[in-house]
Every structure is written in C-alpha cells, then in structure tokens.
C-alpha cells in the first residue's frame, strides 16, 4: 500500500462538534475502503491567502495514511460532497528508500568522468 497525505479546509464557521464529525466521516471512509494508519493532525484556523467562497480564514486539518488509489477516490468523492470543505488536495508520500535512490543517482550524475592521461 502506498502512503498519502489528504489536507483539507473546512469554513471557520464550522463548530467543533461538526468538524469531528466530519474527520470521523472521512477516517471511517478510509478505513472502509481498505485504508490504514489514519493519522488526524488539527492545524486549527488560519488566514487564506486570499478569499476562497467568501471566506477570508480556513481550519486546516492533515490526514496522513496508507491505501490504494481506490481509497483516495473515495476520500475525494466524501469530500466533493461535503458542503462545509472549501479546499482539499491530496498527495503521495516519497518513500525513505525512494529519496535515498534518487539522492545517490543524483550525486553519481555528478561526479565528474575519470581521463586517462597517456
């Protein structure tokens, strides 16, 4: 399985009891289309960088778990279809051994040619 985050803002208006609502809505949606390893991290309420739908500010919560791509599509379509999420993206995690691949690739790419002097 592969590692996603999914980010998502909420209106500032939502109450606390509707915003964990909705995180178990979409930790109960991963779960239930073969995800694992939900993590929920509340950022809390932050200004936009600008307006989206009116709104100035924005409560940002991070998902982090393992699934297939069927599994985000759910998590998405839950999403698409929530009143009260103004924006969501989600991303897949690097893998550890991926990023310590590419950084050896990249240095062998540089290293430079040895001559031969005759």
Same mark, same amino acid.
């Given at each position: 399985?592969?590692? +996603?985050?999914t980010l998502l803002i909420t209106k500032p208006t939502l109450s606390a009891l509707d915003v964990e609502g909705l995180v178990k809505k979409v930790t109960v949606s991963i779960e239930e289309f073969e995800g694992s390893s939900v993590n929920v991290d509340h950022w809390g309420v932050k200004r936009l960088a600008y307006e989206v739908e009116k709104c100035r500010e924005g409560n940002y919560i991070l998902f982090? +778990?393992?699934g297939k791509a069927t599994t985000v599509a759910k998590v998405e379509e839950v999403l698409n279809f929530h009143g009260d999420v103004i924006r969501f993206?989600?991303? %897949?995690?690097? %893998?550890?051994a991926n990023k310590a691949a590419a950084k050896a690739a990249k240095a062998k790419a540089q290293r430079k040619p040895a001559y031969n002097q005759d």
């Open positions: 399985m592969q590692g +996603y985050d982090t +778990y393992d993206m989600t991303t %897949k995690q690097v %893998k550890a």
